[in-house]
């Protein structure tokens, strides 16, 4: 069941890769809940990928919208500065992560930023993503 990779991709801090609304993603998972209408949601920052709006930012993905989902052989970075658990977003909480302390949060965004440029300078790696969902 999805739901149950999704909660084990947060609690062991994995990057996850799927498509949404037509568009290829790299998330770190931080909680996956349900909201008000019920639907299962998850929070999770975006590190790369295309999206109509900023492609690395915090989102909220509601699962039924999310195609191909795989977990990376990645570790995440999570939890990401400005990360606040108990997300007012969701009615039920499933799982989630820990809030980051303000050392860790400075840390992690310098160091974050490093792995975004990375992500961003490799289009081999989005590349092979699409390859992947076109094959499948």
Known sequence: ???????????????????YDDKPRLVEPHAIGTNAKGQLVLRAFQVTGDSATNATAWKLFT?????????????????RPGYKA??????????????????????QAGFGRLVTDWFDSRTEALDAFRT?????
């Open 1 to 19: 069941m999805l739901s149950s990779l999704l909660a084990k991709a947060v609690e062991e801090r994995k990057v996850l890769a799927f498509d």
């Open 63 to 79: 699962v039924d919208k999310m195609v191909n989902c795989i977990v990376a052989a990645l570790t995440s970075q999570a939890p």
């Open 86 to 107: 108990g997300d007012r977003a969701m009615a039920n909480i499933i799982q989630e992560l820990p809030e980051v302390t303000e050392a860790e949060g400075k840390f």
């Open 132 to 136: 992947m969902k076109l094959a499948a």
